[in-house]
Every structure is written in structure tokens, then in C-alpha cells.
């Protein structure tokens, strides 16, 4: 939090991992391949204490080769990821798998938001899990699974932010017994804080879905 504060003062876990992760690649622009292993016992971030962080790098002059990313979050929470971090013309991009196990995520989601008194977070454990490409003007989640509050969801998940030649676009095909949009939504609009989600204005929409919640009714 020290090496990455703003001049505003402390970001938001994600808002800092976006920075950590552009430093990286600014300081990966090594004259000769590089190969890192780092452990930390402790690491602060976001005003919290991640545990047991272990990474396996490769850098190169194209990007970093993150061959397995470990730590221990709040809420008694583990997560991996492996994958590729480099540059695009619209800025930072990764491209790999990540898995997310939280036996807690109130105070997972209390940290990922900066607040104690989220009602939407599940008291049951989540699991979450997927190949994700994330970039400046795209998210997409293929593999997607999702195991939180009696939810347990699968499928394939695409959204691009509008730019000046396009409008937001989700692309979205999900498979469901049963899902509260209501609390996903709650919980997601808390986590991104002051990012822009638009409606999109185009795309596609596959639901297979037995009982759902959206805006307070029962669909079945």
C-alpha cells in the first residue's frame, strides 16, 4: 500500500492490483530474461494482510509469464492464478486461469469493498473458478463456475465497456438452478466501486435457469 498509494490516499483492492500488476510489466522490461521466485510471509494490500504469498515468474521483454500466483485473502480465503501479463493497445491485459475458495466471504467481500455492513454476501463458502482474459476494454470468463449461497452456476461470460465506435456489449450464456441477480448484482456493484459498467446495447443471451430473483420477482 506504501510503494502504490495515489496522492488521494489508499485504493480499493482491485484499483490496486490494476496498479501493482502495470508496475510489474513496467519493471519487467528487462535487457535479458529473467526468471523470479518470490515468498513473502505477509504482504499489505488494499488495508489488508494477504498470507503466504508465493509467485513463480518469468519476465520478458513482451510481458511477465506468471507460472503460479498464491496467497492466502481475508475471509480464510485461498487463491491461485497462472497466466500471462502483458500489453495491448488498450492497456494491461491478463490472460490465464484463476481459482478463488472463500470460507468467509463476508469478510472477503468487506475487504473487495471497503465495507462491514454488505447484506448481500453469502455466509455459506464460495468457490469460484474460470479462464479469464481481462483487459482495459474487455472482460471474458470461459469455464466459468460459480458455487455460492445455494447458487451454483456455470458457463461463459464476455463484456466489452462502449468505446467512441461501439457500444457496451455482453455476451452471456449461464446454466442455473436457481440465482439471485438481485444479490449478485448488489455484491458486484460493490466490489467495482467507481468502475462503469453501461448497458449494453448489443450481444448475446443463453439462460438456462430453473428459479431466479430479478428486481425483487420470481421467475421460474
Avoid at 151 to 171: C, E, F, I, K, Q
Amino acid at each position: 500500500d506504501r510503494v502504490l498509494a495515489p496522492p488521494e490516499g489508499r485504493q480499493r483492492p482491485l484499483a490496486a492490483a490494476k496498479t501493482l500488476a502495470e508496475s510489474v510489466i513496467a519493471a519487467s522490461r528487462l535487457p535479458i530474461p529473467a526468471a523470479l521466485s518470490i515468498n513473502a510471509e505477509s504482504v499489505t494490500l488494499g488495508g489488508a494482510t494477504l498470507m503466504r504469498v508465493g509467485a513463480d515468474l518469468k519476465a520478458d521483454a513482451d510481458g511477465v509469464d506468471i507460472k503460479s500466483l498464491d496467497l492466502r485473502a481475508p475471509g480464510m480465503t485461498q487463491m491461485r492464478l497462472s497466466g500471462r501479463l502483458g500489453t495491448t493497445s488498450t492497456g494491461v491485459q491478463f490472460v490465464g486461469s484463476t481459482k478463488v475458495e472463500a470460507n468467509d466471504p463476508r469478510a472477503l467481500v468487506a475487504w473487495l469493498t471497503e465495507r462491514n455492513d454488505e447484506p448481500a454476501a453469502s455466509t455459506g463458502p464460495l468457490r469460484f473458478g474460470g479462464d479469464v482474459t481481462l483487459g482495459g476494454d474487455a472482460i471474458t470468463i470461459e469455464g466459468l463456475k460459480v458455487e455460492f449461497d445455494r447458487m451454483t452456476v456455470a458457463g461463459h461470460l464476455a463484456y466489452g465497456w462502449a468505446s467512441d465506435d461501439r457500444p457496451a456489449r455482453l455476451d452471456l450464456a449461464l446454466t442455473a438452478p436457481e440465482i439471485d441477480f438481485d444479490r449478485v448484482h448488489a455484491v458486484a456493484k460493490a466490489v467495482l466501486g467507481d468502475s462503469t459498467f453501461d448497458w449494453p446495447r448489443e450481444g448475446a443471451l443463453s439462460l438456462k435457469i430453473a428459479r431466479a430473483f430479478v428486481a425483487g420477482v420470481e421467475a421460474k
